[in-house]
């Protein structure tokens, strides 16, 4: 059932995978030995980093801008939904989707977010100065991606163009500014690192103290 | 610095175009597998980095927004190492490294930037921007694109061994009549800076503004460490604890001027290295350096602030804080603390040397930077901008009400002399060595 579109969608996906790790690979280049005397915790860092770092109190793009970081936390909330009703799709396509309401409210919240952030691009002259076309690209991927997920939960869309768009937004995952999917946490990782080295981090003071 | 290095950091200064492109391609591929490679990468563009960022908050126009100076470096990594760069530029905004980009780089990743990386601290998804743009100067660097006046005191780094280009007979001068002043002011004969004197447990380097122009700090901190018994000393040749190769972004300059203070300690047969209050002389040494080298130091290495805080808690010296009884608030020089890991000993000396000392807000690894950083002081051209970006860390200092500013770096002591000037804040700059001497019992 639903072979050939199964088969794209995971085709699409093994294509991520594989590249978005041959990109990190690059990026480590084998790694870099640190030949300076370490003075803190690099785990303890990293962990900071990965969680209280991320809260309002110790970000100030979170803390300045608490609508946009709502909005922000809203699509990625889509997104996480819209891929795992494509995983089981993809692995069940004869099953119901998942959670339908839930699933279905949630991934319509997120296509809220996703035109709203894409037409703040268009319309702020600071934000369109930094933009190139991929930015508005990923947004309608991922926007259109969390609106199959939506009406797929709904029951609307049946289970074959729903994995069209799974296949193309895995595609593209990849090639332009969606990888940040994997180097978001990465980056977050190698600047943890480096100041948990030195003993800069973790810190238990926010930007307020 | 060996003939290889010579070559190695000034050969990017050539005319062909053909080669200062290859050049520049064979910077950022190294950037594109060092630091700053896995942040190419994170930035979504989302620009809500603005506010965490004192250039931008004082002149909030498009280019000086963090994401955009970032995405300026990035364009370049995505034309050469990504696939849709090579097939299509335009869709993901890549740009080859044309002699006009990096002209345009030049005013992104030197004048609009001091790489202090506040707003990487700060960014929605953790995006280095300071690393991003330091690989951008790493870029400009072996392009031979560096600022003139900040070419130039590298140059005289790697010429003369100091950035000022204090010839040995003027240190040695300078120490003299420093010697004397001390020797009436302690009421000890035996008070002095001591210089090229082998076989001493500590080498100290300091910022050549200290010999020059600001001679009380160094003072200061032979007279605290006379009174902590120390043995120590000065080399008259390589003493200086700066290192602009950071700021220009020529590693192969920034690893000669580190190899050749390092040499001249193991040469005195020091135990130790002290590094004085210099940020980013610290984070060169302390950090980038043996990375710079590609090797350990055989000599360890701290700051004077970590030694000062061993003294006042081992009893080495006594101090009354009742001398320092006016208001005092504590600057965070970037490279010192959000990069060098040197948080709490600056605070716990002042709360023992000073009675009244209050924090700036925000503080510590949120610091606001003073705008002098990242070589700024060097270059005239935007002396304006740094100035102007400088109100940021005004306002912090005027919201304390302090009357002293303990500043432990030279280097943003000098732009906050500036800043007192122009905001008027009717304050006093000081090294926290001062502070120290200031307090000492006899
Ligand atoms: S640096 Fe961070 S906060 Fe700034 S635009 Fe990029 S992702 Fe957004
Ligand atoms: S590194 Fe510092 S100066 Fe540069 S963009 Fe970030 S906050 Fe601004």
């Given at each position: 059932m639903l072979v050939i579109e199964r088969i794209v969608a995971a085709a699409s996906l093994a294509w991520a995978a594989a590249l978005l790790l041959a990109q990190l690979l690059t990026a480590w280049g084998g790694g870099r030995k640190d030949y300076s005397v370490r003075a803190g915790s690099p785990g303890r860092a990293v962990l900071f980093n990965l969680t209280a770092a991320m809260a309002p109190a110790h970000k100030e793009a979170a803390r300045l801008h608490p609508g946009k970081f709502a909005v922000g936390v809203a699509l990625h909330v889509g997104v996480a939904v819209a891929v795992v009703e494509a995983l089981v799709a993809m692995v069940k396509p004869e099953a119901a989707p998942l959670w339908p309401a839930a699933a279905g409210t949630l991934a319509a919240l997120s296509v809220a977010a996703g035109l709203y952030l894409l037409v703040r691009r268009a319309v702020s002259r600071t934000l369109r100065a930094m933009s190139c076309p991929d930015d508005y690209v990923a947004a309608a991927v991922t926007s259109g991606f969390i609106l199959a997920a939506a009406l797929y939960g709904f029951g609307v869309l049946a289970t074959s163009p729903f994995l069209i768009f799974t296949a193309v937004t895995f595609f593209y995952l990849p090639l332009g500014k969606l990888r940040h999917a994997l180097f978001c946490p990465v980056s977050r990782v190698d600047l943890g690192r480096r100041l948990g080295y030195r003993g800069t981090y973790p810190t238990l003071r926010g930007t307020k103290s | 610095m060996s003939e290889k290095e010579q070559d190695e950091s000034t050969a990017a200064r050539v005319s062909d175009p053909a080669e200062v492109a290859r050049m520049a391609r064979e910077a950022l591929r190294s950037a594109a597998r060092g630091l700053a490679a896995y942040h190419f990468d994170a930035c979504v563009r989302c620009g809500l980095c603005g506010e965490s960022c004192h250039i931008y908050k004082t002149d909030p126009v498009p280019e000086n927004l963090p994401g955009a100076k970032a995405a300026k470096v990035a364009s370049f990594f995505r034309r050469y190492h990504t696939a849709l760069g090579r097939i299509a530029p335009f869709l993901v905004g890549a740009r080859a490294l044309t002699p006009a980009a990096l002209d345009e780089l030049v005013e992104a990743a030197?004048?609009?930037?001091?790489?202090?990386?506040?707003c990487g601290l700060n960014c929605s998804v953790g995006t280095d921007v300071g690393a991003i743009m330091r690989a951008g100067r790493n870029v400009l660097a072996a392009a031979g694109k560096v600022p003139p006046n900040l070419q130039a005191v590298v140059d005289n780094q790697l010429e003369t061994g100091n950035q000022m280009a204090i010839p040995p007979e003027e240190l040695r001068d300078t120490a003299a009549w420093i010697s004397d002043d001390l020797r009436l002011e302690m009421g000890d004969d035996d008070a002095k800076v001591h210089v090229?004197?082998?076989?001493?447990r500590v080498v100290y380097l300091v910022n050549p503004r200290e010999v020059k122009f600001f001679p009380l700090s160094l003072m200061a901190a032979a007279g605290v460490f006379h009174a902590a018994g120390e043995r120590w000393t000065m080399s008259s040749r390589f003493y200086d604890v700066t290192n602009y190769g950071l700021y220009s972004g020529d590693d192969p300059a920034a690893a000669a001027i580190t190899k050749q203070a390092v040499e001249e300690a193991e040469r005195l047969g020091a135990d130790e290295i002290v590094l004085s209050e210099c940020g980013h002389g610290f984070r060169s040494f302390r950090w980038e350096g043996p990375n710079w080298l590609g090797e350990k130091y055989a000599v360890p290495m701290r700051s004077v602030l970590e030694l000062l805080l061993e003294y006042v808690r081992e009893g080495r010296i006594r101090v009354d804080p009742?001398?320092?009884?006016a208001r005092v608030t504590l600057h965070d020089p970037c490279n010192l603390v959000r990069w060098g890991g040197i948080v709490e000993p600056q605070r716990e000396i002042l709360r023992r040397v000073t009675s009244d000392f209050v924090e700036m807000v925000p503080n510590r690894e949120q610091n606001f930077c003073c705008g002098g950083g990242g070589g700024m002081l060097s270059m005239s051209e935007y002396g304006d901008r740094r100035v102007a970006s400088g109100e940021v860390k005004a306002e912090q200092i005027r919201a304390t009400g302090a009357k002293i500013v303990a500043a432990p770096c030279h280097n943003c002591a000098d732009q906050l002399l500036d800043l007192n000037k122009k905001y008027r804040l009717g304050v006093e700059i000081k090294a926290v060595v001062e502070l120290v001497y200031e307090a000492l019992v006899l």
């Open positions: - | 030197y004048g609009r930037c001091t790489a202090c990386g506040r090229d004197e082998p076989g001493k009742a001398k320092n009884p």
